[in-house]
């Protein structure tokens, strides 16, 4: 079992930043893939950002290209999210994702943190 823990959300005016944080426990050993969901009430979860277990692989979603940063300390065992030039369209919940594995693969989320961008 993995257990993931963010933190860093709140109320923040358009154009602001916001730094997102997500801390693993819990059997960590065989965490590959970290990243960051987002999810506004009746549409499905979203991939934000999502990075490789040495962190030199990336993927971001198109609306966020150029403005969020998702990056790894896994001395940490901490996955982070940048998060500049903020829109109200980024106003959601985000959830922190690991995937864990090596035969059979787990998803793991956490609670989720709440982002309102909004003046």
């Known amino acids: 079992q993995v257990q993931l823990v963010e933190s860093g959300g709140g109320l923040v005016q358009p154009g602001g930043s916001l730094r997102l944080s997500c801390v693993a426990s819990g059997n960590i050993d065989n965490i590959e893939i970290m990243g960051w969901y987002r999810q506004t009430p009746g549409k499905e979860r979203d991939l934000v950002a999502r990075i490789s277990r040495n962190g030199l692989t990336t993927n971001y979603a198109d609306t966020v290209k150029g403005r969020f940063t998702i990056s790894r300390d896994n001395a940490k065992n901490t996955v982070y999210l940048q998060m500049n030039s903020l829109k109200p369209e980024d106003t959601a919940v985000y959830y922190c994702?690991?995937?864990?594995?090596?035969?059979?693969?787990?998803?793991?989320w956490g609670q989720g943190t709440q982002v309102t961008v909004s003046s």
């Open positions: 994702y690991a995937l864990s594995g090596s035969v059979s693969w787990y998803d793991y």
